[in-house]
């Protein structure tokens, strides 16, 4: 049998290794990558990594896994995402979800759950934590509007970088510069972002994404 | 005698008559008026010019005694001298004048009789008119004062009421103009020693000339008057024909404005009462704007007040949040990683014993430090070493923890022991935890300093680095920036406990923050 591809995504060394000895302990996964950011798991998958699956962190330096996910949703359709975290928000699960994620688990996850989750996604389904369905439950009974609003806007990968140098408080030239871009390029993703954060300025725009957790604050 | 032999004689003994009249009134009794007479220099010239009206009465020129008399009459009604008083006094002079007279003329001839009696009746008319004058402008000065009096009433509640500036300003400037019957008012508001608004009544523009009045009544802080020939008097009975008038507003330590009044009426002045109301106006004009500052002062202390509120709402709240992303970025994820380690480790029992023991090495590796990290975390929360070891060895242990974790090598100048209340002792340490993390997230230096001193009741510590530093601001809440936060989290504590925290810094040229604390 073909071995399922896995790729982590965390930015704890601790998780990390652990994650890859308890899954690799079985003939027929392998961990093939290991990323400790957003920006790092776009950078492997652009190099042509070619996971079945990503177990994603929520929250890590920079964007959020949830960002991330989006991204990978629109890019690379094929790859299925599970998220892997310590967090059981209602509004995670329901980002998560919007974001694209096929399963939505919690790290306290025993090895064979695990791997029995990520066997079942490989077959096109999906998964959600039983700590966590409760919430999705009460707000499909409460109808979606009740519930904020999912953004269901994505980034893409650039407009992710233009965003993680606006929160820092770049200038647009600071940005162009760290970016290799042109201060042109940065002002034209600079608007595409307001436009799809609903927003007029720069303030705005980093109150929302922060709000939104679209980036973690350090 | 005839009359004019008469005449000739008192003419002669004019001023002998003066220097008698004036002995003798000195003799009396003393009353406010008689010393208006034998006091002042104007009330010797008055002496005398009495005299000689009631001389020159003899024969035609009675008129000019009487409108003197009446003239007399409406200023010291002004003046606001008793009637008593002055009655009293010239009927005293009647007197003394008929004994003086009765003694030169020895035995008084029947044609001198004549005259004689002329010049009685001639005093007396005077005093009648002198009295009736006197009363009438009693009555009117009276009726003036009532009018001033309600008026000023009126102004005052109205003032009072108010606490915009510019309204106050507007309603002196409308006031005193209808109050003191004058064509137009302006007034030049002042703010911090700056024009904040010129106003005028009716709606029109200031020319040079009254500026130039006004500007000179700003630098002496007093009021001018400019009269039609265009000469300054800082006294208004010089300026008999007065055209501008300018006075300052002011209160206890403050400077408001100048007032400028202005009339094209030919020879009028102002009297003293109302010079008067104008100062009880503009005294009132400077209580109400004297109020309507400290309205506003006030406001602006409150907005401040729940600005800090929230500002130390959003500390707590970042202080949280910070806390729970320690927890979450140490112990929680140390703790999953444990956790998968473990469950590789009971996977390995039968499939691989050999391995089974690196992995159960490693995990105590990963325990130790978690264990560690744990212990950092605490004491973090709440440095217990404060009070178990003092400060001057929970500093130095800080330290030490921190330079090895940091590669940034700290001098430190700590006394051998300080005692201090616990409150303080939290304080600096904290102060310096932030401190120290902000010169290794900021700074970019190899080296830093921390100087600790406690003379004289006051605790100071520095904590300086030669890293690349930022724009010099003196107080944290002045800063833009990513650790603008945890500078004002520094000017809290240091402030709660009654000190001082202040920043030096240049771009290129490191960051020194000094804390001073008074302890008692």
């Known amino acids: 049998m073909k071995k399922t591809k896995v790729m982590i995504v965390d930015d704890h060394v601790i998780v990390q290794e652990g994650l890859k000895q308890l899954l690799e302990l079985d003939g027929d996964i392998e961990v093939i990558e290991i990323a400790s950011s957003g920006f790092e798991c776009m950078q492997a998958l652009a190099k042509k990594t070619n996971p079945d699956i990503i177990l994603m962190d929520i929250k890590m330096k920079d964007i959020s896994g949830i960002e991330t996910t989006k991204l990978i949703s629109k890019k690379y359709p094929n790859i299925r995402v599970i998220m892997l975290t310590i967090y059981t928000d209602d509004q995670y699960v329901t980002d998560a979800i919007g974001a694209g994620a096929k399963g939505f688990v919690t790290k306290d996850v025993k090895r064979d759950e695990l791997i029995k989750i990520i066997h079942h996604v490989m077959r096109d389904g999906s998964f959600l934590d039983p700590k966590v369905t409760g919430c999705i439950v009460d707000q499909v009974k409460k109808g979606t509007k009740a519930g904020r609003a999912v953004n269901t806007s994505y980034f893409t990968y650039r407009e992710l970088e233009v965003v993680k140098g606006l929160v820092a408080g770049h200038k647009d030239d600071e940005i162009a510069k760290l970016l290799h871009l042109s201060k042109h390029t940065i002002r034209s993703h600079i608007k595409n972002i307001f436009r799809k954060l609903g927003v007029s300025s720069r303030s705005q725009a980093i109150t929302k994404v922060i709000n939104l957790k679209v980036v973690n604050l350090e | ?520």
């Open chain 2, 1 to 520: 005698m005839s009359r004019q032999a008469f005449n000739n004689f008192m003419r002669i003994h004019e001023k002998d008559i003066v220097r008698e009249l004036y002995d003798r009134l000195n003799q009396r009794p003393q009353s406010n008026y008689q010393d208006f007479f034998l006091r002042t220099e104007e009330g010797l010239q008055r002496l005398e010019i009495w005299v000689h009206l009631v001389i020159n009465a003899i024969g035609s020129q009675a008129e000019t005694l009487f409108r003197d008399q009446e003239k007399v009459a409406y200023t010291r009604a002004v003046e606001g001298f008793s009637f008593e008083d002055i009655s009293h006094v010239y009927l005293i002079m009647h007197s003394i004048l008929n004994d003086i007279i009765r003694k030169a003329g020895s035995m008084p001839p029947f044609h001198l009789h004549d005259v004689y009696s002329e010049m009685r009746e001639n005093m007396f008319r005077g005093h009648h008119i002198l009295a009736t004058m006197f009363l009438k402008t009693r009555e009117e000065v009276i009726s003036e004062k009532m009018y001033h009096l309600k008026s000023l009433h009126d102004f005052t509640r109205a003032m009072i009421e108010n606490l915009e500036v510019d309204e106050i300003a507007g309603m002196i400037v409308e006031k005193s103009r209808l109050l003191l019957k004058m064509d137009r008012s302006f007034m030049v508001l002042f703010q911090d020693h700056r024009v904040k608004g010129v106003f005028s009544h009716p709606a029109g523009t200031v020319d040079g000339e009254i500026f130039s009045l006004m500007e000179r009544s700003y630098k002496a802080k007093k009021a001018l008057f400019m009269d039609v020939e265009g000469n300054i008097h800082e006294n208004i009975r010089l300026s008999r024909s007065m055209r501008i008038v300018t006075v300052p507003i002011q209160g206890h330590n403050r400077f408001y404005g100048i007032l400028a009044l202005l009339t094209n009426e030919q020879g009028k002045s102002l009297s003293f009462s109302q010079m008067d109301l104008l100062h009880q106006l503009l005294n009132v004009t400077a209580i109400a704007m004297e109020n309507s500052y400290m309205f506003i002062e006030l406001e602006e202390r409150q907005k401040e007040l729940r600005f800090l509120t929230e500002k130390l709402i959003t500390l707590q709240e970042e202080e949280r949040r910070q806390l729970a992303a320690d927890i979450h970025d140490n112990l929680a994820q140390a703790l999953t990683g444990m956790g998968y380690k473990i469950q590789v480790c009971r996977e390995l029992i039968n499939r691989n014993p050999k391995l089974l023991a690196e992995q159960l090495d490693n995990l105590t590796g990963i325990v130790d430090d978690a264990t560690r990290q744990s212990r950092e975390l605490m004491s973090s929360l709440r440095p217990d070493l404060l009070d178990d070891i003092g400060l001057v060895a929970a500093l130095r242990k800080f330290i030490e923890n921190f330079s090895r974790d940091t590669n940034i090598k700290i001098r430190t100048y700590l006394p051998r022991h300080i005692q201090l209340p616990s409150e303080i002792k939290i304080c600096l340490f904290r102060v310096v935890q932030e401190a120290l993390s902000n010169v290794y997230k900021h700074a970019d230096s190899k080296t830093a300093e921390l100087r600790i001193t406690n003379t004289k009741g006051l605790i100071r510590l520095i904590v300086s680095d030669e890293g690349k530093g930022f724009r010099n601001v003196s107080r944290p809440s002045g800063m833009a920036g990513m650790n603008k936060m945890g500078l004002l989290a520094m000017q809290e504590r240091v402030e709660a406990v009654g000190g001082n925290l202040s920043i030096d810094s240049r771009p290129g040229y490191g960051c020194r923050l000094r804390v001073s604390i008074p302890i008692k």
